[in-house]
């Protein structure tokens, strides 16, 4: 199993730290695939959906959470710093214009859900 896929499973199952452990590797150039250049700007934009996720699972989990709202805005942070670095890894792949275009609907989503928050 690849580190996308292993790692989205993990994110599926809840085991947020196994996953992002796995794309972080992935991020950073350590991971095993030796699919090219596509595999690092994925592994951000699949951290930064990662970010999103875990905020939306404490947010089910709790009904009264009040650091909700900094939670949301650490996430956001994090994810678009993680956008950031997909965006600016792409260069000419394969998949560049598929992810350009998945990175500019989660800025879309990061915006809307910022302003939600006030």
Do not use: Y
Request: charged share 25%.
């Amino acid at each position: 199993m690849s580190f996308n896929s292993e790692s989205i499973v993990n994110r599926g199952l809840g085991e947020f730290d196994s996953a992002r452990r796995l794309l972080l590797s992935a991020a950073s150039g350590k991971g095993t695939d030796s699919a090219g250049t596509w595999m690092a700007p994925m592994a951000h934009f699949e951290a930064a959906v990662l970010a999103m996720v875990e905020v939306q699972a404490v947010e089910r989990s709790s009904s009264s959470d009040a650091s909700l709202n900094a939670k949301w805005e650490a996430a956001i942070d994090d994810a678009s710093k993680h956008l950031d670095e997909a965006a600016s890894g792409l260069g000419d792949t394969d998949l560049s214009s598929r992810l350009e275009s998945r990175i500019a609907m989660l800025r879309d989503e990061l915006h809307s859900k910022k302003a939600t928050l006030g």
